[in-house]
């Protein structure tokens, strides 16, 4: 038997579609979704994808949730806020398309962004690009944030409004502490995208005045 395409050490067991190469199960599960486009069809992807939820959800479920105090949290930055803002749109967009739309699933998204950003790195091509497996709302959250600009009132020379990735990173964290704060345990509710919705509709209603209402 061959040895893993990647590691060269271990025998490579997993036939890797997206490769067209044989990977052990360590690299197929290190580098599944991460660098490498994995088709949805592959047997190991959906095998282990519950796994890989389960550990997203709990994450950082090991102490009390608490949210930052008022003097502290990041949102009462307006241009955080509007960072903030561009981030949860696509999750109301897509919540109030599809009753069904859970926490757990705006949670998953939110992660997916997080780790594409985090990564700052394209995922390694499968032959068949069409195949490649992404989470469609991740993918929108990613491009808002990419394409988010905070317009001050008074822009100085140089000035473009464009956030740093440690503040994109930031942001997300915050959002992502909003939804375990309002699921209080239970993923496949919809307190947090319930309350989206409410607060939602009222930026719409105060939309005029430009103002921005907390997590």
């Known amino acids: 038997m061959a040895k893993c395409s990647k590691c060269k050490k271990r025998k490579g067991k997993r036939y890797c579609v997206a490769l067209e190469d044989y990977l052990c199960s360590l690299c197929c599960g290190l580098l599944r979704e991460k660098k490498i486009h994995c088709p949805q069809n592959c047997s190991f992807l959906t095998k282990h994808r519950p796994y890989q939820e389960k550990r997203i959800i709990e994450k950082k479920q090991t102490s009390v949730i608490k949210k930052p105090s008022s003097e502290e949290d990041i949102l009462n ?12 749109a696509p999750l109301h ?13 705006a949670l998953l ?65 915050r959002v992502m502490l909003a939804v375990r704060s309002w699921a209080k345990g ?27 209402i907390p997590l």
């Open 77 to 88: 930055d307006e241009r955080m806020a509007w960072l903030a803002f561009h981030i949860e």
């Open 109 to 173: 998204s939110l992660e997916y962004a997080r780790e594409k950003i985090d990564k700052g790195k394209k995922l390694l091509s499968s032959p068949q690009e069409e195949t490649k497996q992404r989470n469609e709302i991740g993918e929108a959250i990613y491009q808002r944030i990419e394409n988010c600009r905070y317009e001050k009132r008074i822009i100085l020379p140089g000035e473009m409004g464009i956030y740093k990735r440690e503040e994109k990173l930031k942001c997300l964290e």
């Open 93 to 105: 967009e897509f919540a109030e398309k599809r009753e069904s739309f859970s926490d757990k699933e």
């Open 186 to 212: 239970n993923f496949e509710g919809r307190n947090y995208i319930q309350q989206l919705i409410t607060r939602f509709a009222r930026i719409e209603e105060l939309s005029r005045q430009k103002k921005i």
